[in-house]
Structure formats: structure tokens, C-alpha cells
């Protein structure tokens, strides 16, 4: 018991030298340091201006390539209300989300938005997943300890 | 502790098994599961566009009613910048917020925005509360495990 | 063993207690109580609009002086895409950020936009950092703990 509480105050005084140390040598700092063996990020989407869509996509890419996470993150993208726009087969996004796919990605759609603008599902990819809301899945993966992320 | 040890390992393994899983099984999945009994979300509101608050609004109730979440779910919104408009007593959204507030949401609003642009409370609806800064709300709050999510 | 379960099951009941009270006195609530002795809090900032970034940077001064947290909080800002602008040496920003950074704020800003848009790393302030992605920070932040704020 008590090795157990001499560990915890070692951990403690670790926990309050770091931002000291961050604090005096941010000109040295390069980034947060991946300690985990496994990362989780959910990206969510509820716009439908391309540039925005893009960058989401673009960012998606570019955090799987982070040569700290590369090979040891889970991704996946969430779409609701305008965000749909994203998996509109007629859209210009079929590339970016078939390399995101192939990359692992869980590509998902809130149905709360199809059901409510009357959307045919037939006008939406078919590699697409469906979940019963897209803030309920935000809900619920952050508490699971997933990242979320709005760009 | 042997025992420990060999939970841990169980639990590790299982955390690999599940992407794997999700990854070649991408058009099977359902959403994530809720395997909480209780799960606690803080929305943010700091815009003004009447579409971004409405689409705020419905989103929290959207969550509140999923399936996967339907009374095991602690909410509150926090409004600060120009997102103090939600409260307006002028505004549109009485209706609304009353929805949202006998499902037991708290109704929050940053005192600083009242006090950098001297708001009047009294042009504020009386069933809100106030906290001393939206944006340590959102930090406490996610480090207190809510879910905390910007529209 | 029992004395541990005792413990848990006290634990339990305040969880489901603190809700109950705090939607029949929604009122009466005073925000979030700072309960832990450090806070981490990661800011990301991916738009120029002037109005945005310097509502972002107000943030983040409202939370280091929000009573709940004062001495009590560890920040970074991270700008990608357009943010970037936030740290260019001809912008409006450097009064703010030299405040920030006094404070021990670390700025960093993501080396993927300054490489994919050709930025001339001079033309940015010698003050801020670079991490390899911005989404990669803002995911490995998130899996240590902190918390993460989109404006």
C-alpha cells in the first residue's frame, strides 16, 4: 500500500514538472508525444460548403499519416444535417472517401437526417453505415474515449 | 495479481479484436453501443445564425431521444459570444428551450459575455443560469467526462 | 475487498444524485465545480476570419482567469489551414498571443499546411512551435486527457 501511494506522488510530481518544463522551452516543444498503443478520433460533419468538406477529408488523411499515429488510430466519420451532402453519389467526394475506406474508416450517416428531409438512401454511396443519430454516436464514442473533432 | 495481470490481457486483446472487426465489417455496423448507464453531454453555442441554434436545439433533442441513450443521458448547453442570442427573450426559440429544460437539460450562459457587452439580464429568459466563464465550463466538463460537442 | 465495493456503491448513488438535483434547481446551479487540482485544455483554430481568431484568442484569456481555474490550467493552441493566419507577423495578433504565451500558453502551429501551402516558416512568429499535424495533436491530446475546444 504504501509503494502503491509513493508511485502515485512520483506520478503526481511528474504530471506538475511537464507544463513547467513546456512552459520554459516552448520554442523546443514539438508536439504532444503518442504514448498509447491505440488511438480512437471520430471526425463529425453537419455542413455541405465543399471547402469545408475537403478539409475534413484532407484532415482525416492527414491524421492517419501522422507518422505519431500512423498504423495505430481508428477513424471514424460522422455526417448529419448538411453534412450529408458528403455521400451524395452526384457529390465529388467519391475518391477521397474510397481512400479513407481503404484506409479503414468507418464512414457513417446520422438517420435522423435521412428520415427527416425525406432522403432516398438510393441517392447516398452504398458503402456507407447508418446510425440511429449523429449526436448520439458523438455521445456515446466520446464516453467510450474516442477523440471527436469538428472541423 | 496474477489474476490481474490475466484480465488485463483478456481486455487488451479484446480492445485489437474490435476494430479489426469494424474494418472488414464496415457495411454491417450499426453504430456505436452504448454500453454505459449513464452518459453526460455539454453542447456549445457561440454563434448568433439562426440556423446554427436551431439545428443546435434539434440536435440536443435529437441525442436525448436516440435510442441508444433515451433517459440514461445528462445535458446541458452553454451559450457565450454571440451565441447569448439563444436566450434572448425576443428570440424565437421559448418554445424550444422549454422542451428542452422539463427533459431536465441545464440552460447555461458565460457571465462574462453579459458583462463585455452589457447585457441587461432582464432581456434574458429567467429559467436560465449563469457560470462564471463558458469556455472553463467546457474544460471542467470534459475533464469531468462529459461529452462535449459544437454544432 | 467489501470495503472497496462499499466505496463504489457511494460513489454510484452520488453519480445519480448530482443530476436529479441539478434539473429541480437548474436555477440555483452555479456551473461546473472545479474539482481537480490541474486542468489541460487544447484550443484549435482551422479559419482567418478576423472575428473568429480574435474571439478564440479572448477564449482562452477568459478560461486562464475563470476563478474555477486560475493557476490551474495547462493550454496549447493549434492552428492548421487557414489558421495559420493567427501567427502571421503581419497580422493584428502579437499583443494577444505574447499575453498567452507570458501565461504559458504554447503555440503551435501544424507543419503539414505550411508545407502543403508553401509558407516561408520567416514570415510566421519566431514564438510559436510546429508539430508534424494538427490532427494528429488535437487526437493524442485528447487520448492524455486534456480537453479540446473548436471556436
Do not use: C, N, W
Given at each position: 500500500m504504501k509503494n502503491r501511494f509513493s508511485?502515485?506522488?512520483?506520478?503526481?510530481?511528474?504530471?506538475?514538472?511537464?507544463?513547467?518544463?513546456?512552459?520554459?522551452a516552448?520554442?523546443?516543444?514539438k508536439g504532444a508525444e503518442a504514448t498509447q498503443a491505440h488511438y480512437k478520433a471520430l471526425y463529425y460533419l453537419d455542413e455541405s460548403d465543399p471547402k469545408k468538406i475537403k478539409q475534413t477529408l484532407r484532415n482525416m488523411d492527414n491524421a492517419l499519416e501522422d507518422?505519431?499515429?500512423k498504423g495505430?488510430?481508428?477513424?471514424?466519420?460522422?455526417?448529419?444535417?448538411?453534412?450529408?451532402?458528403?455521400?451524395?453519389?452526384?457529390?465529388?467526394?467519391?475518391?477521397?472517401?474510397?481512400?479513407l475506406l481503404q484506409k479503414g474508416v468507418i464512414l457513417a450517416q446520422c438517420s435522423n437526417t435521412v428520415r427527416?428531409?425525406?432522403?432516398?438512401k438510393a441517392t447516398l454511396f452504398s458503402f456507407i453505415s447508418y446510425v440511429p443519430s449523429g449526436n448520439g454516436?458523438?455521445?456515446?464514442?466520446?464516453?467510450?474515449g474516442w477523440a471527436t473533432i469538428h472541423p
Open positions: 508511485l502515485l506522488f512520483v506520478l503526481a510530481g511528474l504530471l506538475f514538472i511537464k507544463p513547467a518544463f513546456a512552459q520554459t516552448a520554442s523546443e516543444f507518422t505519431r499515429l495505430k488510430v481508428e477513424m471514424e466519420l460522422i455526417a448529419f444535417a448538411d453534412g450529408v451532402a458528403v455521400y451524395d453519389k452526384t457529390g465529388p467526394y467519391e475518391a477521397e472517401l474510397q481512400k427527416e428531409r425525406h432522403i432516398d454516436e458523438i455521445i456515446i464514442r466520446q464516453a467510450d
